[in-house]
């Protein structure tokens, strides 16, 4: 039997239609949204005399970063001036929920003595001032170590997309070290790349 003319004359029209709608799978899902960064990432700069490093006992949105001396001479304190995007990332306490507000923790090297310390930071605006040193007489210190420690985290509720570079810079005006002379000197600190992860 001849099939009636009008179902013969559709059929290569449906045909057409299935393979302009991609026979009729659907649409393509739409792309995942990139996720949203809860932590911050640090690489550590490859060179430098002084060196910004991240501390292992950073985790999470709470990043520990030490100063590294080189790896001779000696030293009876020192100093950094650091700046951070603060829209982004705030200075907070080394011990991460810390009951004071010192901002910074002394590294491995120098001998605070008894009594009040020195050791000192204040934040303002994007910047942080730190300065940890040793009382007179106390012999110089290695300098081949963590000298201080200071620590940066997120914060939340900003919905960056993971791996947003952030900013993060040392200061050469304002870095020094008091070495085991009593001079004080310019340092140049090396820093490494911040990102949102």
Same mark, same amino acid.
């Given at each position: +039997?001849?099939?009636?003319?009008?179902?013969?004359?559709?059929?290569?029209?449906?045909?057409?239609?299935?393979?302009?709608?991609?026979?009729? $799978? !659907?649409?393509?899902?739409?792309?995942? %949204?990139?996720?949203?960064?809860? !932590? &911050?990432?640090?690489?550590?700069?490859?060179? $430098?005399?002084?060196?910004?490093?991240?501390?292992?006992?950073?985790?999470?949105?709470?990043?520990?970063?030490?100063?590294?001396?080189?790896?001779?001479?000696?030293? +009876? $304190?020192?100093?950094?001036?650091?700046?951070?995007?603060?829209?982004?990332?705030?200075?907070?306490?080394?011990?991460?929920?810390? #009951?004071?507000?010192?901002? +910074?923790?002394?590294? #491995?090297?120098?001998?605070?003595?008894?009594?009040? %310390?020195?050791?000192?930071?204040?934040?303002?605006?994007?910047?942080?001032?730190? #300065?940890?040193?040793?009382?007179?007489?106390?012999?110089?210190?290695? &300098?081949?170590?963590?000298?201080?420690?200071?620590?940066?985290?997120?914060? %939340?509720?900003? $919905?960056?997309?993971?791996?947003?570079?952030?900013?993060?810079?040392?200061?050469?005006?304002?870095?020094?070290?008091?070495?085991?002379?009593?001079?004080?000197? %310019?340092?140049?600190?090396?820093? !490494?790349?911040?990102?949102?992860?």
């Amino acid at each position: +039997m001849t099939p009636p003319r009008f179902l013969s004359a559709f059929a290569p029209l449906a045909l057409a239609a299935l393979c302009a709608c991609g026979g009729g $799978g !659907g649409s393509a899902p739409a792309p995942a %949204p990139p996720a949203t960064a809860t !932590g &911050l990432a640090y690489t550590d700069p490859a060179t $430098g005399t002084y060196r910004l490093v991240k501390d292992p006992a950073s985790s999470g949105s709470h990043l520990v970063l030490d100063l590294l001396g080189p790896s001779s001479g000696t030293a +009876m $304190g020192a100093s950094i001036a650091l700046s951070a995007d603060t829209t982004k990332v705030t200075w907070v306490d080394v011990p991460a929920g810390g #009951t004071t507000a010192t901002l +910074m923790k002394n590294g #491995t090297q120098f001998d605070l003595g008894s009594g009040i %310390p020195i050791l000192r930071a204040k934040a303002a605006g994007n910047g942080l001032q730190a #300065t940890v040193a040793q009382k007179h007489p106390t012999p110089a210190a290695a &300098l081949n170590g963590t000298l201080l420690q200071v620590a940066l985290d997120l914060k %939340p509720g900003l $919905g960056l997309p993971a791996g947003t570079a952030l900013a993060l810079s040392a200061d050469g005006t304002r870095c020094q070290v008091l070495d085991g002379a009593g001079t004080i000197a %310019p340092i140049t600190v090396a820093v !490494g790349a911040l990102t949102a992860q």
